[in-house]
């Protein structure tokens, strides 16, 4: 059983700040890995997906990968109150046909104006 | 209107009452899954399909079953309801290529009493 696990928050930080959501991963095989984004009462969207070690930055958002360590991270710049909502970890196996996404917990993020 | 909808939105039931959660989409998508989410346990895999004849367990199967009627319609049954079936339950898709992302609907909150 994979598992991945997520700082357990919740997470408060001011407007304007930076934002670090941790994930660690159990086993070698996953690849690939994504950031899902999930308001209150609402739905998850995918905010973010990295498949190779190193930072993939869009917008405001860089996701960082480290294979060796089991390691991803979301850091969140210049953060704002429309970002607080919880912040989900998934990772898949490499070369899955399943289709299959194991997820964290989530951690809950609040940015106080 | 939502690409993924589920019905109903809101359910109360009884123990050992049947219950059954519809999920209709109009993406396209030949991949269906079924999700529970608990309170600070994320989303955990009930079921999946990939085609109407295809029909697989997920992680938590046990005391559910599932129907796909066509390729857009994914149900949830819930043979015999128990309290700790109370949970929000989302329908998602992906599309073939499968790149990780999931397209998930409004969710369905089911209140066993």
């Known amino acids: 059983q994979k598992e991945v696990e997520q700082n357990s928050g919740p997470l408060s930080v001011p407007e304007g700040a930076i934002a670090s959501l941790n994930c660690t991963y159990s086993?070698?095989?996953?690849?690939?890995f994504f950031w899902y984004r999930q308001y209150s009462g609402k739905s998850p969207e995918l905010i973010m997906s990295?498949?190779?070690?190193g930072d993939k930055e869009d917008g405001r958002f860089t996701a960082q990968l480290n294979k060796a360590s089991q390691y991803v991270s979301l850091l969140i710049r210049d953060s704002q109150p429309s970002d607080s909502a919880t912040y989900l970890c998934?990772?898949?196996?490499?070369?899955?046909?399943?289709?299959?996404?194991?997820f964290g917990r989530g951690t809950q993020l609040t940015v106080w104006p | 209107d939502a690409d993924v909808t589920q019905t109903p939105r809101n359910r109360i039931t009884k123990t050992g009452k049947r219950i059954m959660l519809e999920c209709s989409q109009t993406?396209?998508?030949?991949?269906m899954y079924w999700y529970r989410q608990d309170p600070g346990l994320g989303l955990r895999l009930i079921y999946y399909?990939?085609?109407?004849?295809?029909?697989n367990k997920g992680e938590i199967s046990d005391g559910y079953s599932v129907s796909r009627q066509a390729q857009a319609k994914f149900s949830l049954s819930l043979e015999s309801a128990i309290p700790n079936q109370t949970a929000l339950y989302f329908c998602?898709?992906?599309?073939?290529?499968?790149?990780?992302?999931?397209?998930f609907g409004e969710g369905s909150r089911l209140t066993v009493l």
């Open positions: 998602a898709t992906s599309d073939p290529r499968y790149t990780g992302e999931l397209f």
């Open positions: 086993d070698r095989v996953s690849q690939s």
């Open positions: 990295i498949y190779s070690n």
């Open positions: 998934a990772v898949m196996d490499r070369g899955s046909t399943l289709g299959r996404l194991y």
């Open positions: 993406k396209g998508h030949d991949r």
């Open positions: 399909s990939f085609d109407v004849k295809d029909i």
